[in-house]
């Protein structure tokens, strides 16, 4: 059994942890900037109240990993399952991140916020995304089956297909100009 480190307040800067690897543990109120994860085993950390900006975060491993009030601020974070996580308090929010490929099925993350996000193929299957925030992101090719997205707020976003008819839409909120993202099923052209 790995020994485990807790770690309060630090700031790492310019690490690559795939030549150094980060130290099994809690991290609390950390900052992670422009550091290398890609690939790295994270299973079994836990990360609270942490921040990690610019960071390549892709292919990342997450069994049984607690996020909780994490903020991923413009980081590459594809092919990453982020159902694998720890349920228990699950939380966090993406500004500006690369997270194609990734899947959050089964996920309960209701008021989740995606900012200026690129979430192409991203799986989100039997999820709870009720008031979750999609602000100016690129859903091409994402997979919404049996998700609750309830209350979710679309009216930025593009490249969407959501059928009404296997997912929860109650006062979900879309623009006009992306209505047709609801109805691709149907085979129907709408005209400007």
């Known amino acids: 059994m790995q020994k485990s480190s807790f ?5 790492y800067e310019n690490k690559d942890f795939n030549t150094s690897p980060l130290p099994f543990g809690e991290y ?3 900052s992670f900037l422009s550091c290398n994860f890609s690939c790295c085993d994270l299973s079994n950390y836990s990360f609270i109240d942490c921040q990690f900006s610019s960071c390549d975060l892709n292919q990342i491993k997450l069994n049984n990993t607690s996020l909780r009030k994490v903020k991923f601020l ?3 974070i594809m092919g990453v399952n982020f159902d694998e996580c720890k ?4 939380s966090f929010s993406f500004e500006n991140a690369k997270l194609d490929y990734s899947s959050f099925e089964t996920c309960q993350l209701k008021s989740l916020k995606f900012k200026n996000s690129s979430l192409i193929a991203v799986n989100f299957s039997d999820c709870d995304l009720s008031n979750a925030l999609f602000d100016d992101c ?5 997979i919404f089956e049996r998700t609750k997205l309830e209350g979710a707020d679309f009216r930025t976003s593009y490249a969407f297909s959501i059928d009404p008819e296997i997912n929860l839409l109650k006062k979900a909120k879309f623009s006009r100009s992306s209505l047709s993202g609801l109805l691709d099923k149907y085979g129907i052209e709408i005209e400007e």
């Open 7 to 11: 770690q309060l307040d630090k700031t």
């Open 28 to 30: 609390e109120t950390c």
């Open 74 to 76: 413009d980081c590459q």
């Open 87 to 90: 349920p228990f308090l699950l």
């Open 138 to 142: 690129n859903l091409q090719q994402a």
